[in-house]
């Protein structure tokens, strides 16, 4: 294997042997090479806004005694750098000692291709295909005055050297097409985003003509909201669409099941596992295995394979994701969900693809349940405090029931709930699961990583709606 | 160590003379240098620490009115030279866009380099826990904190130099210290975090250790046991810490940008009544020390200062070279954006402003992305205290707040208690009711 190093000051024996002779007396840690180019290409106001292609080239250097973790990154690759980066994690680390725990899982896993989508499309067609997405977007009316286009691909090469000289690595690509239409119509604005991607080539996104696909349902987003009322405020029963709203689930529980919020007993569940946790019938996993899904990888971002990790099953609390520090502190293994977003970021527990499995319930029957409440289609952002178990999210499509009936589209109304008794409060589990389109990035402690989400339809007996309706 | 200007003059050389052999019309570049140490301790004991090297470069490239650019963060000259070469490739086929030109050469900045945004002072990792583990032994003697979330401390030094084939060549060091305490309560099961946060250019004017912990253990213990409210209509008192984010949106309103395309519901607002008449709402980029601070912006135009709003009505965009041509205006050197934004002082004391009213909910923080630039609506999730008669009678949680920005920005109150602790700054505001979801 040719390592990330070949075209650097530094010869990977020499990163090993500054590497071990650093690690040693360590519990654990590792050199990170990351080795990334990136391309975004974006359409705006019907001209070709920007064409950026960033390479970025840097490497941090982790290591962890006890719950006590150095680090050093640097975008300079040489000895020197790195000798520089050892001495400060010494300077860190001198008063503790550990033992080096060399154990890692090996895996031949291969859920995507070792292929560079940013080459394997010309820029030429890549220009071609925005101006074809403006003019169909604008094409589909005449109230569409506004067209934002963007096409961002990635290549992360990743490559992680262990004390002892193992080398584990992992070549990631990455896409996403994205597409925001506004709609002006009596006076009123609104907009409708929508957007694809993965870990393949741009083409096998765009088969069928699906990148019209794509404009179709920004458009109808928007035109949908043209004609929408102001949301109701107060608590109601919501029904949840299948597959990007489980953002809900990202937020409401997601984040409060990673691994260093439980150990360090900030989380609202950090002493829930075994008990009941949700509804009966609620199975909730974080899968990192998925083929060519935006939130999988063959190893997470300190070697450890993905794998499917049940975190809720049938109601009950039963794994929290864990990186190897959570994990090693809290009498367990690591779960491959140790992510950074780049060399310049600290390893932490992160969500890979979090899914809700499908149950029996039709979304028909759920609708006609409901006297008055919401049907919630797509969001926007979300955010929790893990601590309070707060969450909220923004619908970007939403309509109200009436009756058993599905009326008028809402407006901009934001959801809010408290984590751990939301899921107590779900009272059917749709038999529509479906997979999230593939746009997820999530925020935790300033650093984005790619995720993905997916669900079936949801009934929840009782949410907080903010509207301006009372 | 951060590079000197010799070294990213070096860099930005190698750039542009490429660029031009290469047949570039025009060109600009960004080279940057930073470094920064930042300490975590948790519960009194080290967490962590992490340095930081950066180094990075942003070319971008025109033939005429056709653009492209690059970043990199390996400097190598071969590397270099490569990025460059795609970038002139990519240029070449890109479309001409007829707004695309490098700023006016009249609007450079060449003035004097006095605003004082680099202490020198550097901190041993000790010092560093020291400080921090004082904020934390303050916050823990309120009995009431159980845990830390983490706290911490951090310093950065960086330098950049900005250049373009005009003739501009400029840039300068800038220092940051920043030190934050997150604590969480606990009291009858009922468990909250909260936070203070201190960040400054001299290391000399970032709080006290002892008032940071405190503060941040005070925040904490005050949110604990909340009640839901039920949904009602209800006037607001926006704490500092967030009536500053209504600054934030209106200068994302106002962005060129946003008026060029038409998708913000500040469009076509000019010369009107935005805000009551008692606001005023002023960017100044020229005090010294200050964080927002800076002689030029992201495409060397030096900064002046505008009066955004001017008893009420808006007298101003941000704008930049680019978006500027589109609505035929010069750059204000807004480029980079807002520099030190802020609301001037109301007339009302602040225990005027939680008196102006019988019944008054006190919104200290606010979660989601609940705005809509394009038509102004506004929904976000929410907490806070009840105030009643002027008394703060008890926290609040799990609820919305919602309302339209046409309506909030002619329904808000400053009081006098403006303070420069960030680079967006706002004294307490009061708004006049708008719709909380609860219960």
Known sequence: ?470 | MIKDQDYLKKIADICLSRSKKLGSTDASILVQSSVSENINVRNKKLDGSERSENLGVVLTTYLGKKKSSIASSNLKESNLNELVDRCIETMKITPEDEYNSLPDKDLHFSGLKDLDLYDETHLSNEDKINYIKEAEDEAFSNNKIVNTNGSGFGENKSNFLLANSNGFADGYKTSQFTAYCEVVSKSNGSMERDYEYTSKRFYNDILKPKDLGSIAADHAVKKLNPKKIKSEKISLIFDKRISKNFLSIFASAISSNAIAKGTTFLKDKLNQKVFNTEININDRGDIKKANGSRYFDSEGIGIINLDLIKNGILQDYLIDTYNGKKINRKSNGRASGTTNLYFENGSKTFSELIKSEKKLLYIKETIGHGTNIINGDYSVGASGIMIENGEFLYPVSEITIAGNLNNIFQNITLADDLEFNYSTNSPTMHVQGMIVGGK
């Open chain 1, 1 to 470: 294997m040719t390592s990330l190093l070949k075209n650097s000051e530094l010869s990977l024996e020499k990163a090993d042997k500054i590497v071990s002779e650093t690690l040693n007396s360590c519990d654990d840690g590792e050199l990170y090479v990351e080795d990334t180019k990136s391309e975004t290409i974006v359409l705006d106001d019907n001209k070709i806004k920007s064409s950026n292609y960033t390479s970025d080239l840097g490497y941090g250097f982790r290591a962890v005694t006890g719950d006590t973790v150095a680090y050093s990154h640097s975008n300079e690759i040489s000895e020197k750098s790195l000798k520089n980066s050892s001495d400060n994690l010494k300077s860190t680390l001198k008063n503790n000692s550990g033992t080096y725990n060399s154990e890692i899982k090996k895996t031949n896993q291969k859920l995507y291709k070792d292929i560079d989508p940013i080459e394997s499309k010309s820029m030429k067609s890549k220009i071609e295909l925005l101006n074809n997405m403006n003019e169909y977007a604008r094409s589909k009316d005449i109230s569409v005055k506004q067209v934002t286009a963007s096409l961002l691909a990635e290549k992360k090469n990743i490559e992680i050297i262990r004390s002892g000289g193992e080398l584990l690595s992992d070549n990631r690509p990455l896409v996403r097409i994205n597409m925001s239409v506004m709609v002006e119509k009596n006076g009123r604005k609104e907009t409708g985003v929508y957007g694809i991607g993965g870990r393949q080539d741009y083409d096998e996104y765009l088969r069928n003509d699906n990148w019209k696909k794509v404009c179709d349902e920004a458009f109808r987003i928007a035109n949908t909201n043209i004609e929408s009322k102001h949301s109701p405020a107060g608590e109601m029963k919501v029904v949840l669409g299948p597959g990007w709203p489980a953002i809900l689930i990202h937020e409401a529980v997601g984040h409060g099941l990673e691994g260093d919020f439980n150990r360090k007993k900030t989380s609202a569940f950090y002493d829930l596992v075994g008990k009941k946790v949700a509804s009966k019938g609620v199975t909730i996993i974080d899968d990192g295995t998925i083929d060519n899904r935006r939130g999988s990888l063959n190893i997470d971002d300190e070697g450890t394979p993905t794998e499917r990790t049940v975190l809720i099953e049938d109601g009950i609390l039963k794994n929290f994701m864990q990186d190897r520090l959570n994990a090693r502190l809290m009498n367990t293994k690591s779960t491959g969900n140790g992510r950074r977003e780049s060399y310049k970021h600290v390893v932490m527990p992160r969500m890979r693809n979090t899914i809700m499995l499908g149950g029996t319930n039709t979304q028909e029957e759920m609708i006609k349940s409901v006297d008055k409440g919401i049907f919630a289609v797509s969001f926007g952002g979300g955010q929790v405090d893990i601590t309070s178990g707060k969450f909220v999210f923004n619908c970007t499509e939403a309509y109200e029931i009436i009756n058993g009936k599905v009326g008028a589209p809402i407006k901009g109304a934001t959801l809010i709930g408290d984590g751990p008794s939301s899921l107590k409060e779900i009272l059917m589990v749709g038999n529509d699961m479906m997979l999230d389109p593939g746009i997820g990035t999530c925020g935790k402690a300033g650093q984005g990583v790619p995720v993905g989400v997916g669900q079936p339809s949801l009934l929840i007996n009782n949410m907080t709606v903010g509207g301006t309706q009372l």
